[in-house]
């Protein structure tokens, strides 16, 4: 922050009651149920709950996916936010409102999407199914793909957002210095947005955590396989409460944990 | 139970306030008339068609009456009623769901009266390969089955028929109601899934229903209730008589439902 910053901080230590009160509304209303989750949480059974072979499975199954839709939102969204904020091209401004999508998408409607190309009869699918003999549906990678699709939006905006605000002049002077493109790009312009990568590979990682509609519409559901920890959350409602509570508390656990560590550090440093 | 209360408060909450808010609104501007206003029915999914047509009848002979329905799963439904809806009239897809609510003295006299009866059918893909003819064929190497979650009714029902036939399938899936499973059959994803005998009519362009004999073991009941504190309790016991009734029969029947 800037000393003009501050000054204005200090402006604002009495905030105007007609701010502060929704303000304080707003939190209650975000916070309140989360900590719901806390109050009814079945405390003394907690430990010998967690230790049951299909949460520690979905847990499992739920970091392994996540990370893995990160690497793939990383290898393909960084050089798609890089040609979004630096290569003009006719039809950019519709090209980014389709890369943010999936944002604003029912995730059901993705899980959809993505049956209807790369599902076994799917446009892409069959011929996959043909050719290669892969169908991705009900498996692993089918998650995997549910999540990436829903979670790349996140990488790609905050990227984009570091590219727009880096200086242009250390990638000029690169060049003048007689630097390659390829040069340029990994040796000036990725350390230079480092940490907007990191922002958006920590937002794509948590939404990729806690993706649910796509990945029941397109993966299925299946222990160990496909069934992810807000998958075993949902059926676990069905018939025992006090366990889905159980699997909610740890993925807010670990998604508060994760948001907390990283998203202050690579978010809010300039 | 304070554990229930708790997860339907936070899960359910912003699921609740639409129907609730719905209902308001509606019930506020519909106090012309004897008779007149909103009946709010909450019905299992698989209900949705022969319901729907039950509704418009209700509506030419109430005149200035709306039936709002909120189809859905029926534990996520009890869930929501148990939480204090305000609800006219419950059908379930199984007693075991209905039974919260009763537990809860939301049914008068805990009487509730069951109105059908529902088989489950294997759904094949019309188009797809006719390798699946009885239940054992479902166990067969290479093919993609998908069944409800146990912990559903339709996925009670499953695994109930299987066990009875002495029958191992592995699914692919372990879908979250029974709508979920005939969509990936009608996609053409899965090759074969148990789903009930309506839910295959419901979609007889795509999919194909091939009865098997051990279904009979696992034949779900369907209870109808007129709810305590229903806000139109002429009109809920009015449309529960309608199910009832031969033409309320009708309309089951031919959504594939079995009378009790």
Known sequence: MTAGGRAAGHVAVRPPLILLLPALLGLAFLVLPLAGLLVRAP?????????????????????????LATVVCLLLGVPLAWVLARVPFPGA???????????????????????LVLGRRGLVGQWLDSAFGITLPFTTAGVVLAETFVAMPFLVISVEGALRAADPRYEEAAATLGAGRWTIFRRVTLPLVAPGIAAGAVLCWARALGEFGATITFAGNFPGRTQTMPLAVYLALETDPQAAIVLSLVLLAVSVLVLAALRDRWVNSP | MPELRAVTATVAALALAAPVLAG??????????????????????????????????????????????NFAGSSTLARQITQGAPVDVFAAASPAT????????????????????????????????????????????????VLCARQVPCGAAAVKSLDAAGVRVRPVSQEQDVKAVLTKVRMGEADAGLVYRSDAGSAAAQVRGIEFPEAAKAINDYPIAALSEAPQPRLAADFVRLVQSGQGRAALTQAGFEAP
């Open chain 1, 43 to 67: 405390w003394s059974t907690l430990g010998t709950r967690l230790a049951e072979p299909q949460v520690l499975e979905a847990l499992r199954l739920s970091l392994v996916t996540a990370t």
């Open chain 1, 93 to 115: 401004r519709l090209v980014r409102a389709l890369v943010t999508v999936p944002l604003v998408l029912p995730p059901v409607v993705g899980g959809v999407a993505l049956l």
């Open chain 2, 24 to 69: 308001c609104g509606d019930t506020g501007k519909a106090t012309s008339g004897e008779g007149a206003g909103t009946l709010s029915v909450f019905a299992a999914a698989s209900l949705t068609e022969p319901f729907t047509a039950l509704a418009r009848t209700f509506e030419s002979t109430h005149p200035g009456v709306k039936v709002r329905f």
């Open chain 2, 98 to 145: 209905m039974r919260p609510v009763v537990d809860a003295g939301r049914v008068p006299g805990g009487r509730t009266a069951v109105f059908a009866r529902n088989r489950l059918v294997i759904a094949v893909p019309k188009d797809g390969p006719a390798r699946v003819r009885s239940l054992g064929d479902l166990a067969g190497p290479g093919l993609k089955v």
